[in-house]
């Protein structure tokens, strides 16, 4: 039997999401496809649009056999511990043949001849990345300057036009994470490259039938509080979503949350902690904790305050992270004992398809770690820095559920209360 991962958010499923599967299980000759996914926090430093469980049931009913939750320690990081942790959860499963990503440039070898040059940082490499940091250049720039400056040097190596295209687009630079993790763990995961299909990954607009996920969102906001019939909106979101999609996005509007949700929950933690401020926490600095005390008495909403904080040298996603870091009470510290445990010390698993029982012996058999289905239980297989990571997402969720249920006015059931999605 072949199974081929992807790790992914899916905020929310759409087209191009169900293309990747399709396409994914085609290349690959895959049997089952496995998902790991961010839970309700994701990577930009922000809540999911809808919950876990029900991004979870979206992805199983178009094409997924199983979805395991990627912790929030990670699911809310920095694009290296982000891919990082999703490709030793998959190891972990014991029984993955390819990971498969989309990306904007399928080309295999030149993403891997950067991941080359990422995993074991030369020092040319990294004298140039200084270089350009202390002129205060964004990371991501500075990387990308870098790598081009490296690589340029070298008598073999003519695809600079390439390489430069390939460092800047989003999906790229996470696909050259994946295989750069895969090199540095040792992993035997093959990747598995799809090229990615209309819109841009910012693209704000709706415009094609393979739109991103962030104009789906804007949609979403943006009639969240008009009067329009759920009819209506299904016929506006069908174009980009399959169907059953559509239907529950229509239906479930009210639940969907933004960071402007947490709004006033963020204000809070940063007046609780002004005494002691902000550099433990992670993707925290001395100057970063200093500037958020000095903006504080600013602080007006979550979007406004990380467009105060955000300068040339400090992007909006990072300070985003930081302020999310701080409002679930994630420190540096956290990724330390985290990376100790080599990043994934257990395997929760959010649902599954009633097709796909067949794989459970394989997984329970070759799993390297405990695999969880009821929360309540994991104090019984899980100790020490574990159980506190594991804890970690509880309480993640548990506020995420919290801000959902003040939001739509109803009760919201807690972690510990969700059952598994078996569709």
């Not at 300068?311 to 540096?332: E, G």
Request: proline letters at 4%; hydrophobic letters at 40%; aromatic letters at 10%.
């Amino acid at each position: 039997m072949k199974i081929t991962g992807i790790i992914a958010e899916y905020n929310p499923f759409h087209n191009g999401h169900a293309y990747q599967i399709q396409r994914a299980k085609e290349l690959s000759g895959a049997d089952c496809i496995i998902v790991v996914m961010s839970g309700n926090y994701v990577q930009r430093g922000a809540p999911a649009a809808f919950d876990k469980f029900s991004r979870a049931s979206m992805a199983l009913s178009n094409g997924a056999d199983f979805v395991f939750e990627l912790p929030v320690l990670w699911s809310t990081a920095s694009a290296e511990y982000f891919a990082s942790a999703g490709i030793a959860l998959l190891d972990a499963l014991g029984c993955v043949d390819y990971i498969s990503f989309g990306c904007e440039t399928p080309d295999i070898s030149l993403m891997t001849r950067a991941a080359e040059v990422l995993s074991c940082e030369p020092k040319a490499y990294s004298d140039q990345l200084a270089f350009y940091l202390k002129q205060g250049i964004v990371f991501p720039r500075a990387r990308e300057k870098a790598m081009m400056s490296y690589l340029s040097r070298q008598d073999d190596f003519s695809a600079e036009p390439e390489l430069s295209f390939l460092l800047q687009s989003p999906n790229n630079i996470l696909a050259i994470e994946y295989i750069k993790a895969i090199i540095r763990q040792k992993s035997r995961l093959i990747p598995l490259p799809v090229l990615r299909q209309g819109s841009g990954y910012h693209a704000m607009q709706l415009t094609e039938n393979f739109c991103s996920a962030t104009a789906i969102r804007r949609l979403l906001s943006d009639t969240a509080n008009t009067s329009l019939s759920t009819n209506s909106l299904v016929q506006k979101i069908a174009p980009y979503v399959p169907r059953d999609v559509a239907d529950h996005l229509a239906a479930s509007g009210r639940l969907c949350l933004t960071e402007q949700d947490f709004s006033q929950s963020l204000f809070y933690r940063l007046l609780c902690e002004r005494e002691t401020g902000f550099s433990g926490y992670a993707d925290g600095s001395v100057e970063l904790s200093n500037r958020i005390l000095h903006a504080l008495s600013d602080f007006t909403d979550y979007r406004a305050f990380c467009e105060s904080l955000k300068r040339k040298d400090v992007t909006y996603a990072r300070i985003s992270r930081l302020l999310l870091h701080i409002l679930l009470n994630i420190r540096q510290s956290d990724y330390e004992n985290g990376k100790n445990l080599g990043y994934i010390p257990y395997l929760r698993l959010l649902g599954f398809r009633r097709e796909a029982a067949r794989v459970f012996p394989a997984l329970k058999k070759r799993a390297s770690f405990p695999l969880i289905t009821k929360p309540s239980k994991s104090a019984s297989v899980l100790e020490g820095s574990a159980l506190s990571m594991f804890r970690q997402d509880v309480f993640a969720s548990d506020l995420y559920y919290g801000v959902q249920a003040q939001k739509c006015g109803s009760p919201s059931p807690n972690e510990c209360r969700r059952p598994i999605v078996i569709v």
